[in-house]
């Protein structure tokens, strides 16, 4: 099974950079995604991490560390549309399940 | 457009009734999934099928049941055995299980149970 933890919320600025933290404890790992959720909608695939290091997608940034099982999502120049919830989510080597956080909630304020 | 399409958005149903949410999808996608998300925890996984004619149980299958007749169609049944059913159900799908296969997401059915 996975143990999946994320800050509940953060607050940030217009412009400004946040990092949201993922760490989790597994008995089999195959994989680490990231996904956006705007409130009452479906969560929306932002990244994918399988091996470490930091995979870049224009203002949005994951990172992997698989020996200290910890990855976070790096969003730059932050917008207002930008605020949602961000799940991390953890695939098991074993059933290939996926075991989702319960999500950090950005608030970006003007 | 592909994607995934859940009925309906909102659904209500008194104690003790069996209903059934609607997920199709036109993605040509293997795997199907059907999740549940309550205020505070993350998705939790109901049910989920690699192929037509076969499915699995998650982690909190107890209450639920599904069908996998189609390719396009993976039904959820909420029964009257499932004891708080009131919760925002996700259908998803993806390409298949492994690599980089991510899981493509419908709307959702938010069900309230009275």
């Known amino acids: 099974g996975q143990n999946i933890d994320q800050p509940t919320e953060m607050t940030a600025t217009e412009g400004a950079i946040v990092q949201i933290n993922c760490t989790y404890q597994?008995?089999?790992?195959?994989?680490l995604f990231w996904y956006q959720q705007h409130a009452g909608e479906a969560p929306t695939f932002l990244s994918y991490?399988?091996?470490?290091g930091l995979e870049e997608k224009g203002r949005f940034s994951s990172f992997l560390s698989r020996s200290k099982g910890y990855s976070y999502l790096l969003l730059k120049e932050l917008q207002m549309k930008d605020s949602a919830s961000y799940l991390c989510?953890?695939?098991?080597?074993?059933?290939?399940?996926?075991?989702f956080g319960a999500g950090t909630t950005v608030t970006v304020r003007a | 457009d592909g994607g995934i399409t859940q009925s309906p958005k909102y659904l209500f149903r008194k104690e003790g009734q069996n209903v059934t949410l609607s997920c199709e999808q036109n993605?040509?996608?293997?795997?199907m999934y059907w999740y549940r998300q309550d205020p505070g925890q993350g998705l939790r996984l109901i049910y989920y099928?690699?192929?037509?004619?076969?499915?699995q149980k998650g982690d909190i299958a107890e209450g639920y049941s599904v069908s996998r007749e189609k390719k396009e169609s993976f039904p959820l049944t909420v029964t009257s055995a499932q004891k708080n059913p009131t919760a925002f159900y996700l259908c998803?799908?993806?390409?298949?299980?492994?690599?980089?296969?991510?899981?493509?997401f419908g709307p959702g059915t938010r069900l309230t149970v009275t």
């Open positions: 998803a799908s993806s390409r298949d299980r492994v690599g980089s296969s991510e899981q493509y």
């Open positions: 597994t008995s089999g790992f195959n994989g």
């Open positions: 991490n399988v091996l470490d």
């Open positions: 989510a953890v695939r098991d080597s074993g059933d290939y399940k996926l075991s």
């Open positions: 993605l040509n996608h293997d795997a």
């Open positions: 099928s690699q192929i037509v004619n076969d499915f």
